[in-house]
Nanobody, 113 residues
Framework: QVQLVESGGGLVQAGGSLRLSCAAS????????MAWYRQAPGKQRELVAF???????NYADSVKGRFTISRDNAKNTVSLQMNSLKPEDTAVYYC???????WGQGTQVTVSS
């Protein structure tokens, strides 16, 4: 079983930045594709970004150029740097390992206008 613990969410004004982190308890971390998803109230969960075991990345069109996903295999962590935040980025953000097999508990991101 893989445990994922997210941190770094919070309240920020539009145009601001936040950095989310996810720590994974698994010896297979470096083999996993890691991803961030988000779910806004009343909406379906959507993929925000993922990073493969070979460090290839992919982003949702809505966050391209503003968000950056990265991983540190030595620390078993994946991060999401979020810049130029917009109110529509408000959601619960979830980390996923071996995406989308394992999930964290989620962290709230709220962007005020």
């Amino acid at each position: 079983q893989v445990q994922l613990v997210e941190s770094g969410g919070g309240l920020v004004q539009a145009g601001g930045s936040l950095r989310l982190s996810c720590a994974a308890s698994t010896t297979s971390f470096s083999l996993f594709t890691m991803a961030w998803y988000r779910q806004a109230p009343g909406k379906q969960r959507e993929l925000v970004a993922f990073i493969t075991s070979t460090f290839k990345t992919n982003y949702a069109d809505s966050v391209k150029g503003r968000f950056t996903i990265s991983r540190d295999n030595a620390k078993n962590t994946v991060s999401l740097q979020m810049n130029s935040l917009k109110p529509e980025d408000t959601a619960v953000y979830y980390c996923s390992a071996n995406a989308p097999r394992y999930w964290g508990q989620g962290t709230q991101v709220t962007v005020s206008s």
